[in-house]
């Protein structure tokens, strides 16, 4: 991480060379979708709800092809987006620096362009990842520079179908609700964009005071000289641990069901543009077989994120042991694995999150029509997996498929660009390595959506274009019958 002071200058100058590149590459590509009024009011083309990265980039592809009638909703005040500012609490990304994410191909956007431009090569040089907060502030750059059409403190009630192949939004925004029309509308919503965070029954019916998610906002502060305990071995358990022993926890357990930490990221293995570009032409069958192998190996915690935990001598690591109970004991609670029992002051669940459309209330007209892997897809033998079985089934341009064909027309206009696209499309819509891949193949289906339903306009106004490149000056007609009385 850098401790110098950026150089305001070089940033601006780096802006000046993003926005030549565009110019070269007459980007944005000029508007061109028709514009729709239905009763007085405007029709957005496309609403992104979320604006977070994946929701960022969705909209900078758009713009990029000429949809610039398209707004991102974010219930978030600018600046809180996604994870980054709130709840993730590591202090470097877990990504290598050197992905470049939301950049859409071009250098002046990428994270390093933005860094360099503060700090220098060397720094870059030196750096090791990219500090947290610091993501947080290239993406609210990229917002800037690209000149997104973000409104925040945005919040989408409930989406519904209207007339027209249409859809109207009820939004509330300071206080107040009122209702947009859109043609499309794209999820990109983040991990629990289809459900919400994970957390085991044990934990039913025991008051809040004692345990939070790891997703939610903690008071660490009030953990000072307690006992902390902490559910899970991935990244966000690990990050949650240290943040607790770091805000002076006495002790901090970890309770991991394996009898091992995982250690190697197979994903990662195998990167690539193949990878990428392929997946989405794999069969169901090896899709599935693909998916079911990476999650039951699951993915290791970043090794400087363990080592921040290990760090402190009152961090225990407890293997094989799984939560058998969680009961309150007066002022505590007492964690029972099959290794003994634990008095602790405080539990934090990263157990993750789960697909559950029941907890997305804005969803709830659509809910029922939304067609998932095992509605069409029988469990390979011996691959048992709820998350697969759970994940939407998803067409090419990540649109949400029926389950009874006719049912639910308007399901093909509502986007999934979320993490649970996964075993449709790869990870291309919810981490940085490939999320500009997965825009570029979001945004394209929209466009082409766009232009065929559009097609009548489209024809009218090929015919009646009418601006002459040959005005008939430019040349003589050899066997004109009459000829100009000087060539008689």
Known sequence: MTTSTPNATGLVALEERLKQDLAWLELPAKSWVPRRVVDGANVVDVVIVGAGMAGLVASAMLKRLGVDNHLLLDRARAGEEGPWATFARMRTLRSPKELTGPAMGMPAL?????????????????????????????????????????RNGVSVERIHAHDDQLFALDISEAGQSRKILARHVVLATGRDGLGSAYVPPL???????????????????????KRVAVVGAGASAMDNAAVALEAGAARTDLFIRRADIPRINKFTGIGSQGVVHGFAGLADDWKWRFLDYTLKAQTPPPRQSVLRVSAHPHAHFHLASPIEDLTVAGDHLVVTTPKGRYA??????????????????????????IRF??????????????????????????????????????????????????????KLSGDIPAISEGADRLARGIVRRLFVEDREIHFANLKAFATPEIVGDEWRDADATHQPAEEA
């Not at 934990?203 to 000289?225: K, N, V, Y």
């Open 110 to 150: 990428t994270f390093r362009a933005f860094y360099e431009a503060q700090y220098g090569g060397e720094a870059w040089q030196a750096l090791d990842r990219a500090p947290r907060t610091m993501w947080m502030d290239y993406l609210v750059w990229y917002r800037k520079v690209l000149n997104l059409p973000v």
């Open 203 to 225: 934990a039913d019916g025991i008051d809040r005071r004692f345990w939070a998610h790891s997703s939610d906002p903690i008071d660490f502060e009030s953990l000072r000289g």
């Open 344 to 369: 602790t002051d405080f539990v934090i669940f990263g157990t993750g999150f789960i697909v559950d459309l029941a907890q997305r209330k804005e969803l709830a007209e659509f809910a029922p029509h």
């Open 373 to 426: 892997w095992r509605d069409r897809f029988p469990t390979p033998a011996g691959m048992d997996n709820a998350e697969l079985e759970h994940s939407p089934d998803l067409g090419d341009s990540f649109q949400f498929m029926e389950k009874v064909p006719g049912a639910c027309p308007m399901l093909s206009q509502l986007h999934c660009f979320n993490y649970p696209a996964t075993l449709s499309h790869g």
